[in-house]
């Protein structure tokens, strides 16, 4: 069954053109121009329930717009749109006892308060049972680890102690669809990560489709089984994201450990590879174009002595980086738009 | 889903857990709130004192007296008092439309403008509100008849006020930034409802019965103390509750027209 479905859909926003310095001010106050920005172009989008889905795309995509839209926060301008069997926007709040969203730079949570009172006014706002929400606050307690530092007033915690407790607040209600833009935007790599494993363990358990904007390869990659990537307000790409990384990037990062007493030698000259070395591990980047990880690994066996080696993809910005590279030699000679 | 009667409850449930949620807030910080509303109210009695100065000399201006200055007063921090305390955003609700900081009640399934409203609880109205107690009880009819009166006129000043700067900050909706207009607006406001109404004649009297209403606040609650008349008494009520719905209907309509904003933005 459809999460979600879109057609058509967009959004335009009427913005005031003005001159640079004061004279343009002047100029402005007395004779206003407007232009109409495409913020999101006709986005057509189609999530099953229980999907992860990365939606991705560089500053000004309309990755935020789009999220408002499909959750009642925004009109669009054109287009249709209906998440859950609602329409957003005409029916918000039947919609809003359903979903659960996070907004990295929009807090929910009182600032001068400590977590638990907004967890109370949250439960009120959903209309949870007493015993219904005790039960699950204290599961979300356990497993969001907020124990320590529930009854400590907000402004004194940490980014990611703060963002833990956003989280589980949006999943209080136990929503059937978690929208979430940015949820780890400014936080270090190991908060990072718990915040990924516990949104992950949701999906899994509770079947939670997920659909999450990010500007990290790693929320994507270790949260997301589809990547959706914007550019200019409409899709550019719409795949796996395993097929995404492996068809669209045809590159392989090679890491080899080396052994207590191998010599540090310097590597053979070896066509389509560039590596560095780092103390005793040396990287490679191999271009699977031109050569194929068996020829590289055979040409350095017996060569040099290493006990570790690990073949991965590469990061997931390379690839957006790449994807935009690619669409825009396709638009300077001309190939179709996808 | 919810029956009419289950969603009244239940918003009623929700309004009530925001305004433990807001005290609880403001006595976050015990000293700066006693102190806040303290101040508050010893100003507004330093202003009582200079009427008090104005009214020895000119006993009588256009049928006004001290008395009723003073229960205008009364009527007017009382009104703003319990409004700003219970629904602490209604003077700020141009800045938050214009900032984008109705995401998070647009995400919740509850009516917008009402969660807009009871997220916010102004300390130094606790001040406006005592003071305007205080000086009924010293001037006023303390008969339960004059008591009722007395809260149908708190109930309609503060009403007033809630109306007519949710209509104002509406218009950020439609114009973008309308922050520093309707800041003033509301300056004007409260600073007129402190004077009667009977003053101004011409083009200044219409200004305060339109352009800045506060001409409203002297005329229907006072009106209600001064002439206790049923037919008046229903049609102040209806004057505050028709603009109140007035307020709700167009921030409804101009909800259409929300463009959010990326302002970091946190509850307080």
Same mark, same amino acid.
């Given at each position: 069954?459809?999460?979600?479905?879109?057609?058509?859909?967009? /959004?335009?926003?009427?913005?005031?053109?003005?001159?640079?310095?004061?004279?343009?001010?002047?100029?402005?106050?007395?004779?206003?121009?407007?232009?109409?920005?495409?913020?999101?172009?006709?986005?057509?989008?189609?999530?099953?329930?229980?999907?992860? +889905?990365?939606?991705?795309?560089?500053?000004?995509?309309? /990755? $935020?717009?789009?999220?408002?839209?499909?959750?009642? #926060?925004?009109?669009? $301008?054109?287009?249709?749109?209906?998440?859950?069997?609602?329409?957003?926007?005409?029916?918000?709040?039947?919609?809003?006892?359903?979903?659960?969203?996070?907004?990295?730079?929009? $807090?929910?949570?009182?600032?001068?308060?400590?977590?638990?009172?907004?967890?109370?006014? #949250?439960?009120?706002?959903?209309?949870?049972?007493?015993?219904?929400?005790?039960?699950? /606050?204290?599961?979300? #307690?356990?497993?969001?680890?907020?124990?320590?530092?529930?009854?400590?007033?907000?402004?004194?915690?940490?980014?990611?102690?703060?963002?833990?407790?956003?989280?589980?607040?949006?999943?209080?209600?136990? &929503?059937?669809?978690?929208?979430?833009?940015?949820?780890?935007?400014?936080?270090?790599?190991?908060?990072?990560?718990?915040?990924?494993?516990?949104?992950?363990?949701?999906?899994?358990?509770?079947?939670?489709?997920?659909?999450?904007? $990010?500007?990290?390869?790693?929320?994507?990659?270790?949260?997301?089984?589809?990547?959706?990537?914007?550019?200019?307000?409409?899709?550019? #790409?719409?795949?796996?994201?395993?097929?995404?990384?492996?068809?669209?990037?045809?590159?392989?990062?090679?890491?080899?450990?080396?052994?207590?007493?191998?010599?540090?030698?310097?590597?053979?000259?070896?066509?389509?590879?560039?590596?560095?070395?780092?103390?005793?591990?040396?990287?490679?980047? +191999?271009?699977?174009?031109?050569?194929?990880?068996?020829? +590289?690994?055979?040409?350095?066996?017996?060569?040099?002595?290493?006990?570790?080696?690990?073949?991965?993809?590469? &990061?997931?910005?390379?690839?957006?980086?790449?994807?935009?590279?690619?669409?825009?030699?396709?638009?300077?000679?001309?190939?179709?738009?996808? | *889903?919810?029956?009419?009667?289950?969603?009244?409850?239940?918003? =009623?449930?929700?309004?009530?857990?925001?305004?433990?949620?807001?005290?609880?807030?403001?006595?976050?910080?015990?000293?700066?709130?006693?102190?806040?509303?303290?101040? *508050?109210?010893?100003?507004?009695?330093?202003?009582?004192?200079?009427?008090?100065?104005?009214? @020895?000399?000119?006993?009588?201006?256009?049928?006004?007296?001290?008395?009723?200055?003073?229960?205008?007063? =009364?009527?007017?921090? %009382?009104?703003? %008092?319990?409004?700003? *305390?219970?629904?602490?955003?209604?003077?700020?609700?141009?800045?938050?439309?214009?900032?984008?900081?109705?995401?998070?009640?647009?995400?919740?399934?509850?009516?917008?403008?009402?969660?807009?409203?009871?997220?916010?609880?102004?300390?130094?109205? =606790?001040?406006?509100?005592?003071?305007?107690?205080?000086?009924?009880?010293?001037?006023?009819?303390?008969?339960?008849?004059?008591?009722?009166?007395?809260?149908?006129?708190?109930?309609?000043?503060?009403?007033?006020?809630?109306?007519?700067?949710?209509? =104002?900050?509406?218009?950020? !909706?439609?114009?973008?930034?309308?922050? %520093? *207009?309707?800041?003033?607006?509301?300056?004007?406001?409260?600073?007129?409802?402190?004077?009667?109404?009977?003053?101004?004649? @011409?083009?200044?009297?219409?200004?305060? !019965?339109?352009?800045?209403?506060?001409? !409203?606040?002297?005329?229907?609650?006072?009106?209600?103390?001064?002439?206790?008349?049923? %037919?008046?008494?229903?049609?102040?009520?209806?004057?505050?509750?028709?603009?109140?719905?007035? @307020?709700?209907?167009?921030?409804?309509?101009?909800?259409?027209?929300?463009?959010?904003?990326?302002?970091?933005?946190?509850?307080?």
């Amino acid at each position: 069954m459809m999460a979600l479905r879109t057609r058509g859909l967009g /959004k335009t926003f009427r913005v005031k053109k003005k001159e640079a310095g004061l004279s343009g001010s002047f100029r402005s106050l007395w004779k206003p121009q407007w232009e109409t920005k495409e913020a999101v172009r006709g986005i057509d989008l189609n999530v099953r329930e229980g999907e992860t +889905v990365a939606f991705l795309g560089p500053n000004g995509a309309g /990755k $935020s717009t789009t999220i408002k839209m499909l959750t009642g #926060i925004l009109h669009p $301008s054109f287009g249709e749109a209906e998440v859950l069997g609602f329409t957003p926007w005409k029916e918000r709040e039947q919609l809003a006892y359903r979903i659960g969203t996070v907004f990295g730079q929009k $807090s929910q949570l009182w600032y001068h308060l400590p977590p638990i009172d907004t967890f109370e006014l #949250i439960g009120r706002i959903y209309e949870l049972k007493r015993d219904e929400y005790a039960r699950r /606050k204290d599961d979300l #307690i356990e497993r969001f680890e907020l124990g320590p530092y529930l009854h400590t007033p907000v402004r004194k915690l940490s980014l990611g102690e703060r963002m833990r407790c956003e989280i589980a607040a949006s999943l209080l209600h136990r &929503p059937k669809l978690l929208f979430m833009d940015e949820p780890t935007i400014g936080l270090d790599a190991v908060v990072k990560q718990r915040i990924r494993e516990l949104i992950r363990e949701r999906n899994r358990e509770e079947g939670t489709t997920v659909f999450l904007t $990010s500007h990290d390869a790693g929320d994507v990659e270790t949260l997301c089984s589809r990547a959706v990537v914007i550019h200019h307000g409409g899709v550019l #790409i719409d795949e796996p994201v395993e097929k995404m990384k492996r068809e669209v990037l045809s590159r392989k990062n090679v890491t080899l450990k080396l052994a207590e007493d191998a010599e540090l030698v310097d590597l053979p000259e070896l066509e389509g590879v560039a590596w560095e070395r780092e103390k005793r591990e040396i990287r490679l980047a +191999v271009d699977l174009k031109r050569t194929t990880i068996e020829r +590289v690994l055979g040409e350095l066996i017996g060569r040099i002595g290493f006990t570790d080696v690990n073949v991965e993809d590469p &990061p997931l910005e390379e690839i957006i980086k790449y994807i935009y590279g690619m669409r825009m030699e396709k638009e300077e000679t001309g190939w179709a738009k996808r | *889903m919810l029956t009419a009667v289950n969603r009244i409850g239940a918003n =009623a449930r929700y309004v009530w857990t925001c305004w433990k949620v807001n005290l609880a807030s403001a006595m976050e910080y015990r000293l700066s709130f006693l102190l806040l509303a303290g101040m *508050m109210f010893v100003n507004n009695f330093i202003w009582l004192f200079f009427w008090s100065l104005f009214f @020895g000399r000119f006993p009588i201006v256009q049928g006004w007296e001290l008395h009723d200055v003073m229960l205008l007063w =009364a009527i007017s921090a %009382g009104g703003f %008092g319990w409004a700003a *305390m219970l629904f602490g955003n209604f003077p700020r609700i141009a800045s938050i439309v214009a900032t984008g900081q109705l995401d998070v009640y647009l995400s919740q399934p509850r009516p917008v403008l009402l969660s807009v409203l009871v997220s916010r609880c102004s300390v130094t109205a =606790a001040g406006d509100f005592a003071f305007g107690v205080a000086v009924y009880l010293m001037v006023g009819d303390t008969s339960l008849t004059g008591a009722l009166l007395f809260v149908l006129g708190l109930l309609i000043s503060g009403l007033l006020f809630i109306a007519v700067m949710v209509i =104002a900050g509406c218009s950020a !909706f439609f114009i973008g930034n309308a922050e %520093g *207009m309707t800041q003033q607006l509301f300056n004007s406001f409260i600073a007129l409802t402190t004077y009667p109404s009977d003053i101004f004649r @011409g083009l200044a009297k219409l200004a305060i !019965f339109t352009i800045v209403p506060a001409g !409203f606040i002297s005329y229907l609650p006072i009106g209600l103390l001064k002439s206790p008349e049923p %037919g008046f008494a229903i049609l102040a009520t209806f004057v505050a509750f028709g603009l109140t719905l007035a @307020g709700s209907l167009l921030f409804r309509l101009g909800l259409r027209k929300y463009a959010s904003g990326n302002t970091i933005a946190m509850r307080s």
